[in-house]
């Protein structure tokens, strides 16, 4: 009886799991103000403006830095 129980507890937990992911199909908020603008082209070239910046400022830093001689 016991066992009985707990199945059914159990499967009425995944049912309400279930429910729940198929609610999120149709969310209610609206997401496309968080999709990024501008072509893949121009977002690229963006990207590899900005890791050349932080590459220059990372070998600027480098050379301040002293060396070790081993």
């Not at 707990?6 to 609610?23: D, E, I």
């Not at 932080?54 to 070998?59: F, I, S």
Request: proline fraction near 4%; avoid cysteine.
């Amino acid at each position: 009886m016991k066992d009985r129980k707990l199945l059914t507890n159990l499967l009425k937990s995944r049912y309400l799991h279930a429910m729940g992911s198929v609610m999120d199909i149709s969310p209610v908020g609206d997401y496309r103000d968080h999709l990024p603008q501008g072509s893949v082209q121009a977002r690229l070239d963006s990207y590899w403006k900005a890791t050349g910046s932080y590459l220059e400022a990372a070998l600027e830093e480098h050379g301040k830095t002293p060396q070790h001689a081993e």
